[in-house]
């Protein structure tokens, strides 16, 4: 990381995440970097702020592509193999206790997500709107660029759904979700997820919890420095 640090003795100790509700493997650094987070000694003194990233900002509403077609399209991949990478995910999910349907989830734009997502951050409920956008998509094959969904899920994460149904017909948030890209291209950042940990340092991709609480560890150790 580039830019000034965050935190220091006294402060929570600050893990910025950049991922896309629509990236299995965001789903799963979501969850380890949870359990990494419940064996920290510290835990009560961390701070997760969760940033926006679109892998495809060009997407459509709805495509009606399946999540196989879009591996196949993205990756030049055959069928097969993109129902084999997926059953690697699910595997992985089920692990930590997570479920992927894959058959049900529906391709989408997921701009006014992370636009959602903005304003629950705002509401202090970022956590709650994060996962709930994540258990949508993944396993109850919704589509998250409903706003009608979305109003619905907001509400089932702790927010307001009429406050959210006007959030989203209007044009507020976007520079939020624009000024977390704009971040991330600053910092080099091409891939999701990607923890970055008081700006000091960062990991990137679905580490495992073991990773993660290390880095935990080494970001806490160097608050004194």
Same mark, same amino acid.
Request: contains cysteine; neutral net charge.
């Given at each position: 990381?580039?830019?000034?640090?965050?935190?220091?003795?006294?402060?929570? #100790?600050?893990?910025?995440?950049?991922?896309?509700?629509?990236?299995?493997?965001?789903?799963?650094?979501?969850?380890?970097?949870?359990?990494?987070?419940?064996?920290?000694?510290?835990?009560?003194?961390?701070? &997760?702020?969760?940033?926006?990233?679109?892998?495809?900002?060009?997407?459509?509403?709805?495509? =009606?592509?399946?999540?196989? @077609?879009?591996?196949?399209?993205?990756?030049?991949?055959?069928?097969?193999?993109?129902?084999?990478? &997926?059953?690697?995910?699910?595997?992985?999910?089920?692990?930590?206790?997570?479920?992927?349907?894959?058959?049900?989830? !529906?391709?989408?734009?997921?701009?006014?997500? *992370? !636009?959602?997502?903005?304003?629950?951050?705002?509401?202090?409920? =970022?956590?709650?709107?994060?996962?709930?956008?994540?258990? +949508?998509?993944? @396993?109850?094959? #919704? #589509?998250?660029?409903? *706003?009608?969904?979305? @109003?619905?899920?907001?509400?089932?994460? +702790?927010?307001?759904? @009429?406050?959210?149904?006007?959030?989203?017909?209007?044009?507020?948030?976007?520079?939020?979700?624009?000024?977390?890209?704009?971040?991330?291209?600053?910092?080099?950042?091409?891939? &999701?997820?990607?923890?970055?940990?008081?700006?000091?340092?960062?990991?990137?991709?679905?580490?495992?919890?073991?990773? #993660?609480?290390?880095?935990?560890?080494?970001?806490?150790?160097?608050?004194?420095?």
């Amino acid at each position: 990381m580039t830019s000034p640090a965050l935190g220091g003795n006294g402060q929570p #100790l600050t893990i910025e995440v950049w991922s896309d509700v629509v990236c299995p493997f965001c789903r799963i650094g979501k969850r380890e970097l949870e359990l990494a987070i419940e064996r920290f000694p510290h835990k009560d003194s961390v701070r &997760v702020v969760w940033k926006s990233f679109e892998l495809e900002p060009d997407a459509p509403a709805s495509t =009606g592509e399946s999540t196989f @077609a879009m591996l196949q399209r993205r990756y030049g991949i055959t069928e097969p193999e993109a129902r084999q990478r &997926v059953q690697g995910v699910e595997a992985r999910g089920r692990g930590i206790g997570l479920r992927f349907d894959f058959e049900r989830a !529906r391709i989408a734009s997921s701009f006014d997500a *992370h !636009r959602l997502l903005q304003w629950a951050k705002s509401k202090g409920l =970022g956590d709650a709107m994060k996962s709930r956008l994540f258990d +949508g998509y993944f @396993a109850e094959g #919704l #589509l998250i660029s409903d *706003h009608a969904v979305l @109003a619905r899920l907001a509400a089932e994460a +702790g927010l307001d759904r @009429a406050e959210a149904e006007r959030m989203l017909t209007g044009d507020t948030f976007i520079r939020e979700v624009r000024t977390d890209e704009r971040e991330a291209r600053a910092f080099g950042i091409s891939g &999701v997820p990607f923890f970055a940990f008081d700006r000091r340092f960062a990991v990137s991709g679905a580490q495992n919890s073991d990773l #993660l609480l290390q880095a935990l560890e080494k970001a806490w150790a160097e608050r004194g420095k």
